[in-house]
């Protein structure tokens, strides 16, 4: 089916996503103050990974959670076209890079679904599923998304979704204000931390240490 706008122009060519990726391993694209998705995700795991990443700008090695990471979009060009993958939306809109600059918020949307009246944000994991909590890194990520989507397009979003890959199981999540609000104030912590140029406290879970590209630097401090 033609593809219509205004999304036309949101898509980004197969050519154009593997220069950008090439070019920009990390996907960080934006310098501050513009946050990205992923970043809200991260800070919520573990609030020092943007400190040595943006304020130090510390070399990262690579992880086996990020070369696998590198994976997550052959994942999706092999399933996207599986049958009964998601619901029968009537457009699907794939690698769709958005930002709003009034929030200092950039993102780039695995992809998602609009029927005309009804859309959410799709966000492929290729790590374990987290458990349940407030602030689940995975859920607030696809909310962050959601924002972009409304503000770009000018709808409502209701609810996200999360694929991880390795248990072929979709998590939705239903949003309501109060999480949006909450998107709104990582922000304001990240830009506060990115400003002040103030360490963290380092996380009291230890075990998230184990494979963090980080952990040289962080335990050191």
């Given at each position: 089916?033609?593809?219509?706008?205004?999304?036309?122009?949101y898509?980004?060519?197969?050519?154009?996503?593997?220069?950008?990726?090439?070019?920009?391993?990390?996907?960080?694209?934006?310098?501050?103050?513009?946050?990205?998705?992923?970043?809200?995700?991260?800070?919520?795991?573990?609030?020092?990974?943007?400190?040595?990443?943006?304020?130090?700008?510390?070399?990262?090695?690579p992880?086996?959670?990020?070369?696998?990471?590198?994976?997550?979009?052959?994942?999706i060009?092999?399933?996207?076209?599986?049958?009964?993958?998601?619901?029968?939306?009537?457009?699907?809109?794939?690698?769709?890079?958005?930002?709003?600059p009034?929030?200092?918020?950039?993102?780039?949307?695995?992809?998602?679904?609009?029927?005309?009246?009804?859309?959410?944000?799709?966000?492929?994991?290729?790590?374990?599923?987290?458990?349940?909590?407030?602030d689940?890194?995975d859920?607030?990520?696809?909310?962050?998304?959601?924002?972009?989507?409304?503000?770009?397009?000018?709808?409502?979003?209701n609810?996200?979704?999360v694929?991880?890959?390795?248990?072929?199981?979709?998590?939705?999540?239903?949003i309501?204000?109060?999480?949006?609000?909450?998107?709104?104030?990582?922000?304001?912590?990240i830009?506060?931390?990115?400003?002040?140029?103030?360490?963290p406290?380092?996380?009291?879970?230890?075990?998230?240490?184990?494979?963090?590209?980080?952990?040289?630097?962080?335990?050191?401090?």
């Open positions: 089916m033609k593809e219509k706008e205004p999304y036309k122009k898509k980004m060519s197969e050519y154009q996503l593997r220069q950008l990726r090439d070019t920009n391993p990390n996907v960080y694209l934006y310098a501050t103050p513009f946050i990205g998705t992923e970043d809200i995700r991260q800070y919520l795991y573990c609030k020092r990974k943007l400190y040595f990443r943006y304020v130090l700008r510390a070399p990262m090695p992880t086996y959670k990020m070369e696998f990471g590198k994976e997550k979009h052959e994942h060009e092999k399933i996207k076209n599986k049958k009964n993958f998601s619901e029968k939306y009537a457009h699907r809109y794939y690698n769709v890079y958005l930002n709003d009034e929030l200092g918020l950039v993102g780039l949307i695995d992809f998602f679904e609009y029927d005309g009246k009804e859309a959410y944000p799709v966000e492929f994991k290729t790590g374990n599923m987290p458990s349940e909590g407030l689940n890194p859920k607030y990520q696809a909310i962050a998304q959601a924002i972009l989507i409304e503000k770009n397009f000018d709808f409502l979003v609810r996200v979704r694929y991880y890959i390795k248990y072929d199981k979709f998590v939705d999540y239903y309501d204000v109060e999480e949006r609000l909450r998107v709104m104030q990582i922000l304001r912590e830009k506060a931390m990115l400003e002040s140029e103030i360490m406290d380092p996380i009291k879970e230890e075990k998230k240490c184990s494979d963090c590209e980080c952990r040289n630097y962080c335990l050191r401090v």
